[in-house]
């Protein structure tokens, strides 16, 4: 009796971890917001870009945000060259707008950005290393047609995983009987 019930309790308990497991992966493929700089946000002197940058992981399909005051600042996308020589002239793209903005990242590269207006030479740039998904993850294009139909996929997903579990567990238990 008491044999029966432990085996019902790991079958639980292992199920749940593989259940995790999965569901952790099927998160791992949604595009992720990073806030640059953390929570100081995109500000002069205060915070090493480079060692924020450092720290993150980002993946094609994610979102940069950077928060600051557009009185003194902005967020330009330039080259490495000028990202190095901190030149504003002759940005890719400007991606100031309210002070709150947000840029998603297209493509498995190096993006570089500054802040205009002298700043870029108090430590106001940033290069962000942008990789490409994990294979088994779902791209972010595909990302429409898999939410849709990740209720149906869990809930075959779950029960195939707990008969297994529990079916592997009863021989075990049958079998060292
Ligand atoms: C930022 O951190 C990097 C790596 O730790 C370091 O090499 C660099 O000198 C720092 N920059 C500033 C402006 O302190
Ligand atoms: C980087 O951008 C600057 C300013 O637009 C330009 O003069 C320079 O030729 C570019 N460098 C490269 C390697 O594209
Ligand atoms: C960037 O865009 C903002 C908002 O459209 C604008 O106010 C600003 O002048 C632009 N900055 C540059 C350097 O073009």
Redesign the pocket.
Known sequence: MTIRKDVTVAAATVASVVVMGWLSLVVMGNPMLHKVGGSKGWINHDV?Y??WSAQQHVYVGDWLLFKFDKRYFNVLEVNETSYENCIDRDFISNVTRGGRDVVQMTEARTYYYLSGGGYCFH?MKVAVNVQQLPAMAPAPSSMAVSSSLLPSLMCSCIWTILVNVLCFLNLVFIDGF
């Open positions: 090493n480079t060692q430590g």
